[in-house]
């Protein structure tokens, strides 16, 4: 079956550095790839969506690489500030057997001060 | 533009009462979701709507879930007994289309709590 696997760790990391969260995924070939910001008590909001035969996206500090031979999606985020402290989903389309978007649990990232 | 809206934001029941959960999707958007967030996991879609049509429900507990969206703008979602495992955030998410790779728009989720 389809599997979505995200950092399981939350991620701590010093303001001005890069974090890099990885979003792997196992039994499936999507078209493309999403990824969105969850704070708490609110719901998810899109970031960026990287189609398959694109390896690299850019938005402002926000880069995100999509390998379909590794099966895997990095997100980075520059110059990384306490605001983007956050939960960060991947989520992957329907495919042949999940019928519906599927999102990964979530990579929660503090950004220390 | 308005986002999506839902209410009530937070809910306390005990086990076997019943509780409904309304959404206001985006103006003009067609598609509408509903998911269940369970703690520490992502939202699983519960069942996804396009005007006033079911166009996939496989994953909602049909025994004690409902959902309905009777005019293709607003939706409910009822459970009917309710049980401890249901506690979770709802939430409701609407597209303009169904299209692949259309955004979705989240509200802000109802917490459910199940005595």
């Known amino acids: 079956s389809q599997k979505i696997e995200q950092n399981s760790e939350a991620l701590n990391i010093q303001e001005g550095k890069t974090a890099t969260l990885t979003c792997n995924y196992t039994n499936y070939s999507p078209a493309y790839l999403q990824w969105y910001r969850q704070d708490p008590g609110r719901g998810p909001v899109f970031l960026l969506l990287i189609r398959e035969n694109e390896k690299e996206k850019r938005k402002e500090r926000l880069k995100v690489t999509f390998d379909t031979t590794l099966k895997q999606s990095l997100f980075h985020i520059t110059a990384s500030q306490p605001a983007d402290s956050a939960t960060y989903l991947c989520?992957?389309?329907?495919?042949?057997?999940?019928?519906?978007?599927?999102f990964g649990s979530g990579t929660q990232l503090t950004v220390l001060p | 533009e308005a986002g999506v809206a839902q209410s009530p934001r937070y809910k306390i029941i005990e086990k076997r009462q019943s509780v409904a959960f309304w959404c206001n999707p985006i103006s003009g958007h067609a598609t509408l979701y509903w998911y269940q967030q369970i703690l520490g996991q992502g939202p699983k879609l519960l069942i996804q709507?396009?005007?006033?049509?079911?166009?996939?429900d496989s994953q909602l507990p049909k025994d004690r879930f409902s959902a309905e969206r009777l005019k293709g703008v607003d939706s409910t979602l009822k459970i009917q007994p309710a049980k401890l495992e249901d506690s979770a955030v709802y939430l409701c998410a609407s597209s303009l289309t169904s299209g692949r790779g259309e955004t979705q728009y989240f509200g802000p989720g109802t917490r459910l709590l199940v005595l």
């Open positions: 709507f396009q005007n006033n049509g079911v166009v996939d």
């Open positions: 989520a992957l389309p329907p495919s042949g057997s999940a019928r519906q978007l599927t």
